[in-house]
Nanobody
Framework: QVQLVESGGGLVQAGGSLRLSCVAS????????MGWYRQASGKQRELVATIISGGSTNYADSVKGRFTVSRDNARNTVYLQMNSLKPEDTAVYYC??????????????????WGQGTQVTVSS
């Protein structure tokens, strides 16, 4: 199993910035996609931003130009830099990994995983 642990959430005023981090519990040799989703109260979980193993990124229209997803392979960490935050960005943010290839003993195994979520609250 690969655990993903998010951090960096909190309370910020509109127009402010936060950086979310997602650390994997094992060294990831490769993956299909890693990224961030969010779920606001009473709403369905939605995609925020993803990055594929080759480095290409994808963003929800609502965050384009304000959010940046990146990955530090040496630290097994995915980041979400959030700038110009708006009250409508308030949600629990979840890290996700799909097709993560890790070493388990003498074998390579593939896992999908979600983090536990971190709350982001943007006040007006």
């Amino acid at each position: 199993q690969v655990q993903l642990v998010e951090s960096g959430g909190g309370l910020v005023q509109a127009g402010g910035s936060l950086r979310l981090s997602c650390v994997a519990s094992r060294t990831i040799f490769s993956f299909n996609t890693m990224g961030w989703y969010r779920q606001a109260s009473g709403k369905q979980r939605e995609l925020v931003a993803t990055i594929i193993s080759g480095g290409s990124t994808n963003y929800a229209d609502s965050v384009k130009g304000r959010f940046t997803v990146s990955r530090d392979n040496a630290r097994n960490t995915v980041y979400l830099q959030m700038n110009s935050l708006k009250p409508e960005d308030t949600a629990v943010y979840y890290c996700n990994g799909v097709g993560m290839i890790v070493s388990v003993g003498p074998s390579l195994r593939t896992y999908d995983s979600w983090g536990q979520g971190t709350q982001v609250t943007v006040s007006s």
